[in-house]
C-alpha cells in the first residue's frame, strides 16, 4: 500500500513538471492533463521533438496554430496590446510623407528569450558567448538592446488566406536623430510570405530579400527607432536581383521604403510596428561580422 501512495505521488509529481515545461515551452498544460501512468511513461521515455518543445513550427501546421504556439493566445501577452499611430512613431513623416493613409493591423514582434552576450572590451571580466536574457515578445516602442535584437524577430498578424506579403525593416535614424542624412538604414526586406503559413519566422516560404542586420547605432547617438512594417502584395511578386542584398552593410544606407513598396506596389503598410534601441557592446561584434570577420 505505501508503495502505490508513493508511485502514485512520484507520477502526480511527474505530471506537474511536465505541465511547467509545457507552459515554458509554450504548449497547454492540458494536453498533459488526465494522461494515464502508462502514457506519462511513454512520453518520459519519448520527449517531443526539439523543434515542438521550442515552440517552433510544426510540418503541417496551419497558420493560425504556428502563431498561437509562438505567442499564445490572440489576447496578448501584456493584458492588451499598446497601439501607437503612425504619427506618434514618426512613420509619418519620417518614412511615409504627411497625410499617408494606412492600415492598424496589430504586427506582433518576438525576439528569442534567450541571446548571446557580446564581450565588453572595456572590461576584463567581460566574457562573451554566455547567455543573457532576450526581449521576448514587445510592444511598440519598446526599448531594447542591440544584443537582444541580433536575431531576426518572428512576426504575426491577422492575414487574409491566399494573400502574399512583404516586411521592411527600416531605420530613419540613421546615422544619428540630430543628422539622419542616412535615412533609412534599411535592416531587413523579407517578400512572398505566405499569408496562411505564419507566424513569419524563417520557415514560412517568403524569401529574404535583404538579409536580416541587427540594430547597430553608432556610439553616443541616443535611441534610434526601427519601425517593421508590414505590406500585402498584389500577387506573388518576382523581386530583382539588384534589389537583394546579402549579410553586408553596403547598399543599406539611403533606402526609400516608399520607393521600394511604390515600384513593386506594395501600396503602404497594413500595420507596422518599431522599437528602440541605443549603442551596446554588441555593436562593435556586429559591425566586424559585417566586414566578414569573426
Known sequence: GAAFVCCAAMQRLSLLVLAFAGVCNGFAPSAWVGASPRCLQAISASPPPLSSRLGLRRPGRAAAGGATMQFGGLGGMFGGKKTVSPEEAG?????FPAGTSMGSTAIRVKFPNWVKAAVDLGDIFSFGDTPTKGAGEIQAGATITPTQAQSKPTLAWEAEK????????????????KDPKMREWVHWVRGNIPGDNLPCDG???GDDIKEYVGSGPPKDTGLHRYFIMVFKQQGKVDFASADRIPFTDSGRPGFKTAEFAEKYELG?????SYYKAEYDN?????????????
Open 91 to 95: 512613420l509619418i513623416p519620417d518614412i
Open 268 to 272: 503602404t503598410p497594413v500595420g507596422f
Open 162 to 177: 491566399g494573400a502574399y506579403y512583404t516586411v521592411v525593416m527600416a531605420d530613419p535614424d540613421a546615422p544619428s536623430p
Open 203 to 205: 520557415e514560412d516560404g
Open 282 to 294: 554588441y555593436v562593435p561584434q556586429l559591425y566586424s561580422q559585417l566586414k566578414g570577420e569573426k
